[in-house]
């Protein structure tokens, strides 16, 4: 059932008469939970239940921890965080490893040769596993003191943000339940609008757009071919997951609910920094909270800015995907922001302050920020040999 679906708009109508009208104020919670449990149960039987499971780990290792002495703390979180990521790595990524060393072994002439898993990834396993580190991390730094078992499974299968997020946050996501207060019609003024304008992007533009976008994996095309089909995928991508987004929040919106927001106008921005600020905006906060301040972010020499940085978007790229082209991609944007940091702090003190802030320099920074974002999706697209192609193509390289 997609979210763009004529069932899951009777889905949505059935559970939204139901929850407002039907019920009595004090099980809509529990509505909600049923509706996100048996949703993802009759689709994906087999990987609810693992969800399931695992979710009541993650709940039970946090009571652990809550209850523990402080030292405790930190082998409970290790451990577990352990378990969510292997699950993670078992089902996304040892394919991924299988068919590297299987490569290598062919190049190097040896007979080591491994059989990659064929089990189905979980809908919605980066996102389960993100959410999850998050609320163990949080209760170790002791800033969840009022959970119970029953609030988290509903944080974990509140269904509008189960396939594409965002990543919401525990602390900010349970507190909610309990302001509800009784229908509004404001909830179907914000939800409706928001829902409609999240179809329009995925099915008429972004779907359009994907027709001159496919054209980017394409072996035999010109340049002209080439950068249409470029901006093409970059306006595509981002109509089909802020899409996804809007419809998210609209849903959230009609049953009271009020989520984070995902994406702020990214390609309008006036450096790679400020775009990965606005884009994905809940996994950058994430990525910047439990991996780039933890080990440093910037607050160090140069040098472990650097190091950290390449760190943090190389993850970021095998969390979109695991295959290494995703990993270039993640890369190249660790380039960029180091190359803007360096900028930062080393160019731009000589630059006057007038020319910085003039309209001229804008644009040409929005434009130069567009430019960069845009030829980057090639490697998110393609395998590294294609990629390569289509820049040959494009700057005419021999």
Request: net charge positive.
């Amino acid at each position: 059932m997609l979210l763009n679906s004529l069932s899951y708009a009777l889905f949505l109508i059935i559970l939204f008469t139901t929850y407002w009208f039907l019920l009595p104020a004090g099980w809509r919670s529990q509505l909600l939970l049923a509706a996100g449990f048996f949703l993802l149960l009759y689709l994906f039987p087999s990987h609810t239940v693992l969800i399931l499971l695992v979710s009541s780990i993650v709940y039970l290792a946090g009571e652990f921890m809550a209850r523990s002495q402080v030292r405790k703390r930190s082998y409970i979180l290790a451990g577990t965080i352990s378990l969510v990521l292997g699950i993670l790595a078992y089902y996304k990524y040892l394919p991924l490893l299988a068919h590297t060393i299987n490569y290598i072994s062919l190049l190097t002439e040896t007979s080591l040769q491994f059989t990659p898993p064929s089990a189905a990834i979980p809908i919605g396993i980066s996102f389960f596993s993100f959410r999850f580190i998050h609320y163990l991390i949080e209760i170790k730094r002791g800033n969840i003191e009022k959970r119970s078992y029953f609030s988290f499974l509903h944080y974990t299968f509140f269904f509008p943000i189960i396939v594409a997020g965002p990543i919401e946050r525990y602390d900010h996501f349970a507190p909610l339940e309990e302001n509800i207060p009784g229908f509004k019609w404001e909830y179907l003024n914000q939800g409706i609008p928001r829902i409609l304008l999240g179809l329009f992007k995925k099915i008429v533009l972004a779907d359009s757009l994907s027709i001159a976008a496919v054209g980017l994996s394409s072996p035999d095309l010109d340049a002209a071919g080439y950068l249409l089909a470029i901006y093409a995928y970059t306006f595509k991508i981002y109509f089909d997951f802020s899409g996804y987004s809007d419809i998210a929040v609209g849903t959230s919106r009609l049953f009271g609910y009020r989520i984070m927001e995902n994406f702020d106008a990214p390609y309008l921005q006036s450096n790679i920094s400020l775009f990965w600020k606005k884009w994905h905006m809940s996994l950058t906060r994430w990525f910047m909270d439990y991996l780039f301040i933890p080990l440093g972010g910037s607050r160090g020499t140069m040098g472990r800015t650097i190091f950290n940085t390449l760190i943090v978007m190389m993850i970021t790229g095998l969390w979109h995907g695991a295959a290494w082209h995703f990993v270039f991609w993640g890369l190249y944007h660790a380039l960029g922001l180091i190359v803007f940091r360096i900028y930062t702090r080393y160019i731009a003190i000589h630059v006057g302050e007038k020319f910085r802030q003039s309209k001229m320099a804008k644009i040409f920074s929005i434009a130069l920020t567009f430019n960069f974002t845009a030829l980057g999706w090639i490697f998110f697209v393609n395998g590294i040999r294609q990629s390569i192609n289509v820049l040959r193509v494009i700057f005419n390289l021999a």
